[in-house]
């Protein structure tokens, strides 16, 4: 067994129910739901975390509590892993504002990763804070074999994490959102580079299969 990173999407929110762009820290609850997807992902465990580390987030701390309790893992928070943030697109739940983000993060899966929603973040902003907590990861519990680490964060982020750091196709990562406690499977290379392995259901080659427009843009 090789050693693994799951990154895993908080349970259901408040704001996902609203379906309200809810990216600023420390954000929205999980609903009744989002508390039983947490515990219905920690239970589905064939072997407990190493770690589960969330995000600074409300709705990540306590999906991670709930994967913590369950499968007797310690639970660190890590700032850096919060939600890409869309700047003046914060709290609108308008049809016209999901399509203005889903423009700029295309954009950036497509290499224009200087993009923003105005007073919003970039990609390469967005991947300067988060994808050196993962490598920080990796150096402090990633170096056994039977190692696994749950990090627990949101939809957009790790969809474009996962992206940068392993050879998912781009459009491959835009068309398949994570549902609630949805995950992807990351495994250390010894080039100190990430190998894909798995994307919710889906196993590589990672090419334009199960496209679809989710009602959550964070997704």
Same mark, same amino acid.
């Given at each position: 067994m090789t050693s693994r990173l799951i990154l895993v999407r908080h349970g259901q929110t408040h704001s996902n129910v609203a379906r309200r762009l809810d990216t600023r820290p420390p954000g929205a609850e999980l609903t009744e739901l989002g508390h039983r997807q947490a515990r219905e992902y920690a239970t589905a465990l064939t072997t407990s975390p190493t770690? !589960?580390?969330?995000?600074?987030?409300?709705?990540?701390?306590?999906?991670?509590? &709930?994967?913590?309790?369950?499968?007797?893992?310690?639970? /660190? !928070?890590?700032?850096?892993?919060?939600?890409?943030?869309?700047?003046? /697109?914060?709290?609108?739940?308008?049809?016209?504002? &999901?399509?203005?983000?889903?423009? !700029?993060?295309?954009?950036? /899966? &497509?290499?224009?990763?200087?993009?923003?929603?105005?007073?919003?973040?970039?990609?390469?902003?967005?991947l300067a804070r988060y994808v050196p907590v993962l490598e920080d990861l990796r150096r402090e519990y990633l170096t056994d074999d039977d190692a696994s680490v749950h990090v627990v964060s &949101?939809?957009?982020?790790?969809? /474009? !994490?996962?992206?940068?750091?392993?050879?998912?196709?781009?459009d491959f990562a835009a068309d398949n959102h994570l549902d609630n406690t949805g995950s992807i499977e990351l495994h250390p290379r010894a080039d100190g580079t990430w190998e894909c392995?798995?994307?919710?259901?889906?196993?590589?080659?990672?090419?334009?299969?199960?496209?679809?427009?989710?009602?959550?843009?964070?997704?």
């Open positions: 770690v !589960v580390v969330s995000s600074v987030a409300v709705r990540a701390r306590q999906t991670a509590a &709930h994967i913590a309790e369950i499968t007797g893992a310690p639970h /660190l !928070v890590r700032d850096g892993l919060q939600e890409t943030h869309v700047g003046e /697109l914060e709290d609108r739940t308008g049809d016209e504002d &999901h399509a203005r983000f889903t423009e !700029v993060y295309q954009r950036w /899966l &497509h290499g224009d990763t200087g993009a923003r929603i105005p007073g919003g973040e970039s990609a390469d902003e967005v &949101h939809g957009a982020a790790i969809r /474009l !994490v996962t992206a940068a750091v392993s050879d998912v196709d781009a392995v798995r994307w919710g259901s889906y196993t590589p080659p990672f090419e334009a299969k199960g496209s679809r427009t989710p009602d959550d843009p964070m997704g």
